[in-house]
């Protein structure tokens, strides 16, 4: 079965600084999704990535995604506290379409 | 206008009633899913209806039964409630194999006292 790990859980960050979310997850797989949620909140797509290596960037975020080794990143450059938010990793899986959530990465950029 | 609209946002509940929450969604995507968030935040895959037809059924109490009655609905009817029932449900939608991803609506929350 397809089990999908996200470390850190939480990670307590300084403004400015710069730091990486990792997600692994253990069967092939070619889609994974990175998503952010605010407290109450819905969860909002971040990035959509569907071969191996693909790099996708947006502001301070940047995911990539090496298939081969199972491994996606999520790495924050000079944090802001706006990041600050609970960010999930899922891998699609082929049992009909669904997506399998990493446990969640509870981000907090303190000034 | 929202892309996948749940309603309510808000159901508080005794235990052993019976509640619906619905889902729509104006994207024209073929698939529909219910996912529940609990206390911990862990995200887990409750059904899937791909063109009404349901796909996915994980190990739900048969309390819980979705109704989908056309491609742009799905509806999560949930029998006799429980204590453990309290939870953030979200409904979602994307075309199959999604390139551009899925997207979820914003969440009922059901607290069950």
């Known amino acids: 079965e397809l089990k999908v790990e996200q470390n850190p859980l939480f990670l307590s960050m300084q403004e400015g600084k710069n730091y990486t979310i990792y997600c692994n997850y253990s069967t092939t797989s070619d889609r994974l999704y990175w998503y952010r949620q605010d407290p109450g909140k819905s969860l909002e797509s971040l990035f959509v990535l569907l071969s191996n290596g693909a790099v996708k960037q947006e502001g301070r975020l940047m995911a990539s995604l090496d298939t081969k080794a199972r491994l996606s990143t999520l790495h924050i450059t000079a944090a802001v506290h706006d990041l600050s938010a609970t960010y999930f990793c899922a891998v699609g899986s082929d049992q009909g379409g669904k997506l399998i959530f990493g446990q969640g990465t509870e981000l907090s950029v303190k000034p | 206008d929202t892309a996948v609209s749940q309603t309510p946002k808000y159901l508080v509940t005794q235990m052993g009633n019976d509640k619906s929450i619905k889902c729509e969604q104006n994207l024209g995507h073929d698939t529909m899913y219910w996912y529940k968030q609990d206390s911990k935040k862990f995200l887990k895959i409750m059904f899937s209806?791909?063109?009404?037809?349901?796909?996915i059924n994980e190990t739900v109490p048969n309390r819980f039964s979705p109704k989908s009655p056309d491609k742009a609905h799905l509806n999560l009817h949930i029998n006799s409630l429980e204590l453990g029932d309290s939870a953030v449900y979200f409904c979602?939608?994307?075309?199959?194999?999604?390139?551009?991803?899925?997207?979820f609506g914003s969440g009922t929350r059901l607290t069950v006292v």
């Open positions: 209806y791909n063109n009404k037809e349901l796909i």
């Open positions: 979602a939608s994307s075309q199959d194999r999604s390139v551009y991803g899925y997207t």
